[in-house]
């Protein structure tokens, strides 16, 4: 079956720690007469409600306050996925709140996919039945400590449709609600029996289109499952207002802006979106929300061939940052051709070019390499595997590489004439 990817997510790899650092910085029915919390009411889910509320909800059942207490430990802690395995519970206590029609949240998972490198992409069934993806993402430094990513979801599609992006191909349905982007992480913990270190929301969707879940489910990672907010990035393409409007949450993780252009007529034929924000305005925005939170802000430039990878591109890249953004993160990521698309990938001259312009600005440059999303798993804004150049078969079993499995360096590239 046809799985969506997500073009807005470029910028996935960075966040993950799979890129390379090229250079560094410089300068329910309930009990009668039982109420409901105002929250509950919209969902009866209990993940993505905090301590309190679970406290409260277990008074309006006629609990102890203590009760609650357990209840958080159970969904956050040992993250049990359904309501008769509460245990810890009362039985009278978990009967009522099955009767009420009151459940856990978690989402079946539909398809799984492991790439030869660990990294894992998961199909995700929802209660309405449709499908959303997710990724996880384990790194093992030189210590052999595991820094586990998720890359989740807001939205089931994307109704942005940018130029290079399979998920906007196939359409928008609708905003996710702040327990299904949260589950989407427990997940992730429970395919790799590992504590999720960071959050990137890079997946389906635009974030900033789905704000009111996606704030929801911030604070939730992050006071109820203990993810840093600095271990948190969230991405967008670019919405008038809304980055303004992120600023005033004074939240202390990474805005990551998909960029793809220098200027603002070409970014348009990238990112169609873009004709309702002018560049100036979504810099301008991009440098108050630095100023208000003293987080620097990433910019995805993904690079297509032949149509933002010029010189002219990366020397006009390199000023309209300096004016902007200087001291920003920069992620060159070479496109990864999809079905339907007649963009190609660039020339490693292209990307040597880049780097080259922005490294002269002192700028942090990270270099995406497109290898690892090529084995079995491509990245969330490719469709299918593709062919490898060398031996004509599947990139996944190809034999010209010394590993089987593992593309060898000449496939990663156009050959340059």
């Known amino acids: 079956m046809a799985v969506l990817h997500h073009a807005c997510a470029v910028p996935l790899a960075r966040a993950a720690a799979r890129s390379r650092s090229l250079s560094a910085v410089a300068a329910p029915a309930m009990m009668t007469g039982v109420s409901v919390p105002s929250k509950a009411r919209e969902s009866r889910v209990l993940i993505g409600m905090s301590e309190p509320e679970l406290q409260q909800l277990a008074l309006e059942f006629g609990q102890e306050k203590y009760r609650g207490k357990q209840l958080y ?23 009522n709140l099955q009767e009420a029609g009151w459940r856990v949240g978690r989402s079946p998972i539909y398809h799984t996919v492991k790439a030869a490198d660990g990294t894992v992409k998961l199909l995700i069934k929802l209660e309405d039945n449709r499908l959303i993806e997710t990724v996880g993402i384990p790194v093992e430094d030189e210590n052999g400590s595991v820094r586990l990513t998720a890359c ?5 599609g994307c109704p942005l449709k940018c130029s290079f ?69 969230i991405s967008t393409v670019g919405v008038p207002n809304t980055i303004r409007r992120l600023a005033s949450h004074k939240l202390q993780s990474t805005l990551a802006v998909s960029l793809h252009a220098p200027n603002q007529k070409l970014r348009e034929s990238i990112v169609p979106s873009a004709k309702s924000y002018p560049l ?16 620097r802000v990433s910019f995805e430039y993904a690079l297509l061939a032949g149509v933002n990878d010029a010189e002219e591109h990366a020397i006009e890249l ?4 300096r004016e902007w953004a200087r001291g920003s993160h920069v992620n060159l990521i070479p496109f990864n051709p999809i079905d339907g698309s007649d963009y190609r990938r660039p020339y490693k001259k292209a990307v040597s070019r880049q780097f080259k312009h922005l490294s ?35 990139q996944s079993y190809c034999e010209c590489s010394e590993n089987k499995g593992i593309r060898c360096s000449c496939c990663l590239w156009p050959t340059e004439e």
């Not at 430990?73 to 009278?92: A, C, E, M, N």
């Not at 108050?288 to 003293?294: E, L």
């Not at 700028?363 to 999303?373: G, K, M, R, V």
């Open 73 to 95: 430990h159970l969904l956050y802690q040992r993250k049990v996925k359904d309501i008769g395995d509460f245990s810890h519970l009362p039985q009278v206590f978990r009967n």
């Open 152 to 156: 989740v979801s807001s939205q089931v």
């Open 165 to 233: 992006c399979a998920t906007g191909k196939g359409g928008f349905s609708r905003n996710l609600l702040s327990h299904e982007i949260v589950e989407q992480v427990l997940a992730i913990e429970e395919i790799f029996k590992h504590r999720v270190t960071n959050v990137v929301f890079m997946g389906m969707g635009e974030p900033m289109l789905n704000m009111k879940s996606v704030l929801e489910a911030h604070r939730c990672l992050n006071k109820d499952i203990n993810i840093g907010q600095r271990m948190i990035t």
């Open 280 to 295: 100036d305005a979504l810099m301008k925005d991009c440098q108050d929300y630095f100023h208000q939170t003293s987080r």
């Open 318 to 321: 390199a000023k309209l940052l």
């Open 360 to 394: 002269l600005s002192f700028f942090t440059i990270f270099f995406t390499s497109p290898w690892h999303f090529q084995v079995h798993l491509p990245c969330m804004f490719c469709e299918g595997p593709g062919i490898c150049k060398c031996s004509g078969v599947s």
